[in-house]
């Protein structure tokens, strides 16, 4: 495999304005997401940015960044223009897609999400899971909860479904983390295909990808990433850089 790890980010989130640019601990965030994804060591690393003042943030650190359509629906929009600019010739055949809100995202579990297109010929895509973080996890439709076929003690299987919708039973529950590796061609198909029926009811990209008959494996993580989504998340962020 010979991978690259892009990241989306632009300006204009809806919770969070300018949210690539908020300051944590005396970095932006995306710097301190790039710098994570670089830790990894598991190829190159760019930032597939909607708007230039990400793109001088990066550069400022010493990092690359592609500026991309600000109008681009999706993430994976924009790491595909971005890869059309980076590698035109298709010489990485694996894209990993970090988003650009997980300042401490381990880069461990950047590795682990690799390596289960590495290890499974017949994945097309890998995802990342950790544990539930509490029983309320079950019910909140702002948790994403992923669906595995793996057996007990196993640190990585077949995903079967995704949902927000509350899970039952004694099994453990895992929290889907938006952590995505994608075989090129995978990646292609699915930005090529329209939203699917299970994507626009549950509001889930990956389930278009399960709708087309990709195959998705995820890691296990030992614990969800802190992901910055609204300005309560961001002081957690905050608080967690001054104690670290």
Not at 202 to 228: D, F, W
């Amino acid at each position: 495999m010979n991978p690259i790890v892009l990241i989306p980010a632009r300006m204009a989130a809806t919770r969070l304005p300018n949210k690539p640019l908020a300051d944590i601990g005396g970095l932006p965030m995306i710097v301190r997401v790039l710098r994570q994804a670089q830790a990894a060591n598991i190829g190159p690393v760019a930032v597939a940015a909607g708007d230039p003042e990400i793109v001088a943030a990066v550069q400022a650190a010493g990092g690359h960044a592609v500026l991309t359509d600000p109008d681009l629906p999706s993430g994976s929009d924009r790491i595909l223009a971005a890869l059309a600019v980076l590698d035109p010739t298709g010489a990485h055949d694996v894209v990993i897609n970090l988003q650009g809100d997980m300042p401490f995202v381990d880069p461990a579990v950047l590795s682990a999400c690799a390596g289960q297109l590495a290890a499974h010929a017949d994945a097309d895509i890998a995802t990342v899971v950790a544990p539930e973080a509490s029983a309320a996890d079950r019910a909140n439709p702002d948790v994403v909860k992923a669906v595995l076929a793996m057996d007990a003690g196993d640190q990585s299987g077949r995903a079967l479904y995704f949902t927000r919708s509350t899970l039952y039973g004694d099994a453990p529950v895992w929290r889907h983390i938006g952590i995505y590796g994608y075989r090129r061609a995978a990646l292609e198909a699915f930005n090529a295909a329209a939203p699917s029926p299970l994507e626009l009811r549950e509001k889930l990209e990956q389930l278009r990808a399960m709708e087309l008959g990709l195959t998705i494996r995820a890691a296990v993580a030992q614990e969800a990433p802190i992901s910055v989504d609204n300005p309560s998340d961001l002081q957690a962020a905050r608080d967690h850089a001054e104690k670290n």
